[in-house]
């Protein structure tokens, strides 16, 4: 008999675009997939973390009743907050995600990340677009929360994160869906849930790698509005499900 091989989930990032990756989810578990790595960046890590942190219940109402206040620190006065967010977030040298980070640390456990049988990691970036990678094993005691916050700092929009002693930033700018950390990781398969153009880091050709992508173009990225995201919430579920038969023939071949 042919060996089963480990299979990864990629989680790109894409700000508000990750309720795509979410609706996907939700339609992937229907189907019975099972994965043996799991990584992230930017808003893919957000994701990923909190599944290995066993609070997918949490993580699905998080995107459900997710709008803008629910993510930054920012009073906004427009009624287009898209467009404010990207004109006046780099006047304040980023929004801070207080709100957002607040529910992820109320919710991350460490414990739970670091006894989680299936594998993790993330990425983001330091100065000169220098890629870098954390796997939960290499996380210092206390940091994961850390990690992932910076993995999501999409600066100039959103404030630069300090982690091992340097200031860095959102993994979109050295390797927006890390399909080779997962590699590192053990996967020798890979589903990955590619939302957003951005950085990416070569992939050896013979690797056995199925993307999902948007059926249909997405809304701009840092528009994080209620009924934006459930549309694309909606979306990723619909994709998964109208690709049903090709997605279970790769997983099961």
């Not at 091989?5 to 989810?25: H, P, Q, S, W």
């Not at 995600?97 to 993790?120: M, Q």
């Not at 790698?209 to 619909?238: C, H, Q, T, W």
Request: charged share 30%.
């Amino acid at each position: 008999m042919p060996s089963i091989k480990k299979v990864g989930l990629v989680l790109a990032g894409g700000g508000a675009r990750g309720g795509y990756e979410i609706g996907a989810l939700k339609a992937l578990e229907e189907l019975g997939f099972k994965y043996d790595v799991i990584t992230g960046t930017s808003v893919g890590a957000i994701n990923a973390f909190m599944i290995l942190s066993n609070k997918k219940d949490v993580l699905f109402q998080m995107w459900d009743t997710i709008d803008y206040e629910a993510v930054v620190d920012y009073k906004y006065k427009w009624k287009n907050k898209s467009l404010e967010t990207i004109l006046k977030a780099p006047f304040h040298n980023g929004f801070a995600l207080t709100p957002l980070e607040k529910l992820i640390n109320d919710n991350i456990d460490e414990d739970a990340i670091r006894s989680n049988p299936i594998k993790g990691g993330l990425v983001f970036t330091e100065r000169f677009f220098k890629y870098r990678s954390a796997k939960v094993e290499e996380m210092e005691e206390g940091s994961i929360s850390n990690y992932i916050f910076t993995s999501s700092a999409a600066h100039p929009f959103l404030k630069r994160k300090v982690v091992r002693g340097k200031k860095c930033r959102d993994g979109w700018f050295s390797d927006n869906v890390p399909v080779n950390l997962a590699l590192e990781l053990g996967a020798e398969k890979i589903f990955a849930i590619d939302i957003m153009w951005g950085i990416n880091r070569k992939v050896a050709k013979d690797v056995d790698i199925y993307y999902l992508r948007p059926s249909k173009k997405m809304k701009f990225f840092l528009n994080f509005s209620n009924d934006v995201v459930r549309e694309a919430i909606e979306m990723g579920y619909n994709d998964v499900m109208n690709k049903k038969e090709e997605i279970l023939n790769f997983l099961n071949n």
